[in-house]
């Protein structure tokens, strides 16, 4: 894997698809992962008492994934300067998560990446990512 260079990065440029299946083993082991014990996210009779109808991925899983989204395409030494992202719908254990998403902006050697991550239901995440590439 190798990191993008400037001049391979424009705007308006597509990422391509991720698409991430949510078993019931990836929720439960990353928010367990992420030190979240909160039922709602391991204990499916504990997720329906709270009014949902199954375990979902917390938000740290999520930020993960859009970060991984991001940084798959950019490269490993990509910088990752600051994630701005807004939750929508669960994402439920079952479901397949999709990231999209489009360079929006390159300014000041930096490049936001707008990102939305959906599920059957609808957008999950949406949000910006903004990186800088290495110098070289």
């Known amino acids: 894997m190798r990191t993008l260079t400037d001049d391979e990065v424009r705007v308006g440029a597509r990422l391509p698809e991720l698409a991430v299946g949510l078993s019931p083993t990836v929720?439960?082991?990353?928010?367990?992962?992420?030190?979240?014990?909160?039922p709602v996210h391991h204990d499916v009779e504990g997720?329906?008492?709270?009014?949902?109808?199954?375990?979902f991925l917390n938000i740290l899983t999520t930020m993960g994934l859009v970060e991984r989204y991001v940084t798959d395409w950019a490269g490993p030494e990509a910088i990752i300067r600051g994630i701005n992202v807004k939750l929508g719908v669960p994402a439920y254990a079952g479901d397949r998560l999709a990231f999209s998403g489009?360079?929006?902006?390159?300014?000041?050697?930096?490049?936001?990446?707008?990102?939305?991550?959906?599920v059957s239901l609808g957008d999950h995440v949406s949000g910006t990512v903004r990186f800088a590439?290495?110098?070289r």
């Open 27 to 38: 929720v439960v082991s990353t928010a367990l992962a992420t030190m979240d014990f909160t």
């Open 47 to 55: 997720a329906r008492a709270q009014g949902s109808k199954d375990i």
């Open 102 to 118: 489009t360079v929006a902006v390159c300014e000041d050697g930096e490049y936001t990446v707008e990102v939305r991550g959906r």
């Open 133 to 135: 590439l290495p110098a």
